[in-house]
């Protein structure tokens, strides 16, 4: 049984990834003060939303841990007090961030969103890097093609680049030979080099 008007709130710190989870009761608003959430890591500290008395409503806003925006949220005081469990989500991902209700579920809530927001931060950067590299191999062929360094099996010297799908080609204007350069750590080290690269 839930006690009426004790709730766990949870949720996700956008500065040190740490999740909180702290208890409001209703003396938490008294005098219509508002709840401030913070991260409760012991290092971190930082402010991430408030819980603000309104009427007969509540408004939570809070800083998002993937997109960094602040969202805002507004729900019934007789809705926080009387439901098991709620959780909000980021409008950009979907993703829940703010939850309350009964401990357990909230805990297991948020151990499992937290999860989920690390693989998409893992995928993100993971792109990241696959973009930088890809345009740090454009950089490097343009400079090798601008010295004539870039050179068709047929001779000649005279290439362009074009992106077409996601993937950088090189294209022979003699011969209409085109070639598609996968970005790998392998490609960006052979095109450091000052020697000429034949496709
Ligand atoms: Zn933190
Ligand atoms: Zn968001
Ligand atoms: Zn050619």
Redesign the pocket.
Known sequence: MVNKYLRAVAYICPYCSGITEMNINIFSFSGDSAVYLKCNDKICRESIGMITPHDDKYKISLLCPLCDEVHTYTISKASLWSLDYLSFSCPNSGIDIFFSGERKRVLDAVNENNRMLDELADEYERRQSELSLKSRIVDLLKKKSQHNKVR?????SN?KLFDFQDKTFIR??????EFSITASYEVADKLSDDSTFIF
Request: glycine share 16%; charged share 25%.
């Open positions: 068709c099996k047929c001779g000649s290439v022979c204007s003699e011969c209409g030979r």
